[in-house]
């Protein structure tokens, strides 16, 4: 048997198992607030919910199930870095800003509700700054020579 295929940088593997055990989270956690806000917006109480409220629901339901999608690609995506799949480079290059604009749109909605809400606290900011340093090292990981070529990139 002749391959000629390079063995996996150890940091790759980890950087893969990172990436899919934080997709499978993402994919529990997220399908708890889609319940969730499906249970409210399915509730008598809904009707009569202030107005923002009824705004805020839909849009946060909606950023839901774009962060599942999302997630479900990141597990794929770790998939194919584990594997050495060429497809998975772009794929985790480009699906990896997706959390952090997803997080930045929760937080612009709970700071945007009506200060008698009193919400402003409940929006997630301290996820953006380690959001954004993970983003960066797995760029600058993924953007060494070794992990391109194991990956067969350019």
Excluded: C
Excluded at 39 to 59: D, G, I, K, N
């Amino acid at each position: 048997m002749n391959d000629t295929r390079q063995k996996r940088p150890t940091g790759l593997s980890i950087v893969s198992v990172l990436w899919i055990l934080w997709g499978v989270l993402n994919l529990f956690l997220v399908s708890l607030y889609v319940n969730a806000d499906l249970s409210v917006m399915s509730s008598a109480s809904y009707q009569t919910m202030h107005e923002w409220l009824r705004f805020a629901l839909p849009a946060e339901l909606a950023l839901n199930l774009t962060a599942f999608a999302a997630s479900l690609v990141m597990v794929f995506a770790g998939y194919g870095l584990l594997t050495g799949k060429s497809w998975s480079y772009k794929l985790t290059l480009a699906i990896v800003l997706v959390p952090i604009i997803l997080n930045s749109l929760v937080i612009m909605l709970y700071l945007s509700a009506p200060t008698e809400l009193n919400f402003s606290g409940s929006a997630p900011v301290m996820r953006l700054p380690f959001g954004l340093i993970w983003v960066a090292l797995l760029w600058i990981y993924l953007r060494r020579d070794n992990v391109k070529m194991f990956l067969g990139v350019r």
